[in-house]
């Protein structure tokens, strides 16, 4: 099965680690991978942020990035979420509408890619300890991710998965929101942190980096007993560091 991986700039700029961890786990499931170095970002920041112009020429140059791809696959439902939900009103030109319905049938976050696609569950990975798992906004309400990274994490051996209280509740990241609204947004990420220190997790495992690079200044400010963890970078782990 041949697949297109696309790495989220901020994933490209601070945790280049866990685009490998994904492509190792795509190969060892038996994917021929490649990645096209002419891609960049998928238009998101640019769209939240105000900026409509540049946001199309962005989701453009995306569209014609992965023109042809039998499966694209990234480590960010909210990436995913965004080329799949958002598309259709940044580029309103009908001129685009086929390439748009084509790379969002063909678009997929990590997690249901392997379940839903590759019927894979078990990827032979370790991690000893007890984690809790985060459902980002993207994943659970653009994707409707939620059954896939449990599924997968429950296939981990030595790991303990425990839900914590409120778990569909926002970690209070949101983008530019955690910018604009600081202390709600701390206060939001407070929530989800006490939430998750109750069920004694010593790892909180999301989907999306955005999320836990939110979670994580949060923590090490405090300096809490918990570590943030990709989920690739779980599925991909096969014996303890």
Known sequence: M????FIPCFID??????????ISVLEQAGCSVEYNTNQTCCGQPAFN?????????????FLRDFSGADYIVAPSASCVGFVRNYYNKVLTDSAHQYEIGQVASRIYEFSEFLVNVLQVSDTGAVLNGRATYHDSCAALRECRI????R????SVRGLELVEMEDVETCC???GTFAVKFEPISIAMADQKINHALA???EYIISTDHSCLMHLDGYIRYKNLPLQTL??????ARKSEP
């Open 230 to 235: 990709h989920l690739a970078d779980v599925l």
């Open 2 to 5: 041949n697949v297109q991986v």
């Open 199 to 201: 069920t004694g997790a």
């Open 151 to 154: 599924q997968l994490l429950q």
């Open 49 to 61: 942020a105000g900026f409509r112009d540049q946001a199309r020429a962005v989701c453009t140059k």
């Open 146 to 149: 939620k059954r896939e990274p």
């Open 172 to 174: 209070g990241f949101g």
């Open 13 to 22: 700029q601070l945790y280049p680690a866990t685009a490998f961890s994904m």
